[in-house]
């Protein structure tokens, strides 16, 4: 069995692709498996050793008369003419397409060959390559079921996979999450963190925040703040006197999920769903920029009860420190909201993803 995988330079469509891939290399060691990325992607450092990678040059095209898209035509046309000996000389047997401009060409070719085609949506509203592939594609696998919704001409092809998270990524008992990093087993536990690089706006508002709060002595910490912002947030939260555990990056974020009783973050697909495997209560700050994906992914955890939303221009200290004194004062807020999960249909993504592409 050949099995090609194409996305987007983004971790949110990279990480997504990855893991699909780790799950059919244990479930299917004779498959054999073809990552294609966009040509921006060589040299960052986000692809690990191991997987058998190719590179097309693409790059987004944009409507508008000027030097910049023309530039991006060019290039797409290029990169459909490098999909096409890829799918020539690989031959693959399925073609699975995680969304981006990089996907287009790829699941368009294996359409015209009679490849039979898998697309991802690892968001709530579907992105622009999706909708188009829709009508090309054999199956549309979502993460989140409100996404049926965006494919109404397509529905007979929708299934629910859920989003492939990270390999390794476990749950374990809370009292040996908090051990790996010192903490106390009766405190309260909080988790923050704004995607891979951080968010300065989240690391600024909550420590000003944390330092406003009256009972701060009953919170600790566990912050993955990003490289840019390390060294004045560690200087910030010794001044006020706070148990606290903080990270650039951490590579072992099962354990800071095990350990939280809540969750402050963004609302990014690769994010949420781990959040929800983890049935974490949160506060979600959507990031504004992202085409309204990230508020529309909040939404549903919103409407089930499971967490807070901020708006990225209504996030201050202020707002941020009434909702952490309102979770320390009242344990049941909690615990209503990881029960919000209880009727959600979260599925056991490791796996479920191959299984609908090699059917």
């Not at 997987?51 to 097309?56: D, G, K, L």
């Not at 035509?73 to 000389?89: M, N």
């Not at 629910?160 to 990093?181: C, H, Q, S, V, Y």
Request: hydrophobic share 45%; aromatic share 10%.
């Amino acid at each position: 069995m050949k099995v090609l995988a194409v996305t987007g330079a983004s971790g949110g469509h990279i990480f997504p692709a990855l893991s699909f891939l780790d799950s059919l290399k244990d479930k299917h060691r004779d498959a054999s498996a073809l990552l294609v990325l966009p040509e921006k992607v060589l040299g960052t450092g986000i692809i690990p050793d191991g997987y058998n990678v190719s590179y097309i040059s693409i790059w987004a095209v944009n409507p508008g008369l000027n030097p910049e898209s023309f530039f991006a035509l060019l290039r797409f046309f290029r990169g459909a003419w490098q999909s096409l000996i890829l799918i020539l000389k690989f031959r693959p047997d399925v073609v699975v397409g995680f969304g981006s401009i990089a996907s287009v060409p790829v699941v368009l070719w294996a359409w015209f060959f009679r490849i039979k085609t898998v697309i991802h949506e690892q968001n709530v509203l579907p992105g622009r390559a999706n909708r188009l592939l829709a009508k090309f594609s054999d199956k549309i696998a979502v993460s989140f079921q409100e996404s049926r919704d965006f494919f109404k001409g397509s529905s007979g092809k929708v299934v629910f996979t859920g989003n492939p998270i990270r390999k390794g990524l476990k749950r374990m008992e809370k009292d040996k999450a908090l051990a790996f990093f010192g903490l106390a087993p009766d405190k309260f536990t909080l988790l923050a963190m704004g995607g891979s690089a951080g968010s300065h706006k989240i690391n600024l508002e909550l420590l000003g925040a944390i330092s406003g709060m009256r009972d701060k002595a009953r919170l600790q910490l566990i912050h993955l703040c990003g490289s840019g912002d390390y060294k004045f947030l560690e200087e910030g939260y010794k001044d006020l006197n706070v148990n606290f555990r903080l990270f650039a990056f951490l590579n072992q974020v099962g354990y800071a999920y095990s350990a939280a009783d809540l969750v402050i973050c963004r609302a990014g697909a690769t994010t949420l769903a781990e959040v929800m495997f983890f049935g974490l209560p949160a506060i979600i700050i959507p990031y504004p920029f992202a085409y309204g994906h990230q508020a529309a992914n909040a939404e549903g955890l919103k409407n089930r009860g499971c967490a807070v939303v901020i708006k990225d221009s209504e996030l201050n200290k202020d707002t941020l420190r009434q909702d952490l004194e309102e979770f320390l004062a009242g344990p049941g807020k909690i615990k209503k909201m990881r029960a919000g999960y209880d009727n959600m249909a979260i599925p056991e993504t490791d796996g479920l993803l191959v299984t609908e592409a090699l059917k």
